[in-house]
Nanobody, 121 residues
Framework: QVQLVESGGGLVRAGGSLRLSCAAS????????MGWYRQAPGNERELVAIISPSGITNYADSVKGRFTISRDNAKKLVFLQMNSLKPEDTAVYYCNANGQRAPLQPKNFYWGQGTQVTVSS
């Protein structure tokens, strides 16, 4: 069973910082593409950042230069460092894994339960 457990969300003032963490289990982590998505009320879930198994990153234009995604393959963790936060960053943030549960099994998408990030003006 694949589990993705997020932590680190909370309430912060505009201009502040938060660091989200996601602990993965049940997946071959070092070959999985990991990502962070977010969903604000009334909006569709959108990609925030992804990181490949080799560490190549990609970001949504709205967070470039402010957010940094990273991973620790040995500890099966992925992080999202969020700086210069804005009220429009307020959303539920979800950890995502695109990978395999075991060798020879097909890739699937897996989601965490989400963590709330609220940025006050």
């Amino acid at each position: 069973q694949v589990q993705l457990v997020e932590s680190g969300g909370g309430l912060v003032r505009a201009g502040g910082s938060l660091r989200l963490s996601c602990a993965a289990s049940g997946i071959i982590f070092n070959i999985a593409t990991m990502g962070w998505y977010r969903q604000a009320p009334g909006n569709e879930r959108e990609l925030v950042a992804i990181i490949s198994p080799s560490g190549i990153t990609n970001y949504a234009d709205s967070v470039k230069g402010r957010f940094t995604i990273s991973r620790d393959n040995a500890k099966k963790l992925v992080f999202l460092q969020m700086n210069s936060l804005k009220p429009e960053d307020t959303a539920v943030y979800y950890c995502n894994a695109n990978g395999q549960r075991a060798p020879l099994q097909p890739k699937n998408f897996y989601w965490g339960q989400g963590t709330q990030v609220t940025v006050s003006s």
